[in-house]
C-alpha cells in the first residue's frame, strides 16, 4: 500500500547547539528601564510586598522599573486545583498578560523585561521573542560589581 508520508508522525526536534536558548548570555541590568513581572499563585498573600522587594533589589543593581505586571493564577477561574500551574508553558502567564507586558514594554521603551520567577531556556526563548527586548529571572541577573 502506498505509505503517507509525513501523517500522524511528530516533527524530528532540533538539537540545541549554539545560538539556542539556554546559550543567552546574561542580560546586565544595570542603567537599563526595565518592567518587573511576577507570577504567583492565589495562596502568595505578600506578592506587593515580593514585587516592591524585587524592585528594590533591581534598583540596588542600577536598574529602574518603569512598569510592573503581575500575574495570579487560581483568583478567578481554575481553582485551588490548578494555583501551582503556570496558565501558559511556554510563556508562564495567560495571554491577555503576556499581551499586556508587551504593550507596557513598547508604551515605556524599556531595555529589558524581569521576571521574579524562574524561566526555562524555552520561555525566555518565545518570551524574549514576543517582547522583542530581553527576558530574564532577577535570579539569572548578574549582581553588580
Known amino acids: 500500500m502506498h505509505r503517507q508520508h509525513g501523517r500522524g508522525r511528530r516533527p524530528a526536534r532540533r538539537a540545541r547547539g549554539a545560538g539556542g536558548p539556554a546559550d543567552v ?22 506578592f506587593a510586598a515580593l514585587m516592591d522587594a524585587a524592585a528594590a533589589e533591581l534598583a540596588a543593581r542600577g536598574a529602574r522599573v518603569v512598569a510592573r505586571a503581575v500575574q495570579r493564577r487560581g483568583v478567578s477561574h ?52 514576543l517582547f522583542r527586548c530581553p527576558v530574564v529571572s532577577l535570579a539569572e541577573t548578574p549582581p553588580p560589581v
Open 78 to 129: 481554575g481553582g485551588a486545583r490548578e494555583t501551582s500551574l503556570p496558565f501558559s508553558s511556554r510563556t508562564l502567564l495567560s495571554g491577555g498578560k503576556a499581551r499586556e507586558v508587551a504593550e507596557a514594554r513598547e508604551r515605556t521603551d524599556a531595555d529589558a523585561v524581569v521576571f521574579l520567577n524562574a524561566l526555562t531556556g524555552h520561555q525566555r526563548h518565545v518570551l524574549t521573542g
Open 25 to 46: 548570555p546574561p542580560f546586565d541590568v544595570t542603567g537599563s528601564d526595565v518592567v518587573l513581572v511576577g507570577y504567583f499563585s492565589a495562596r502568595q498573600r505578600d
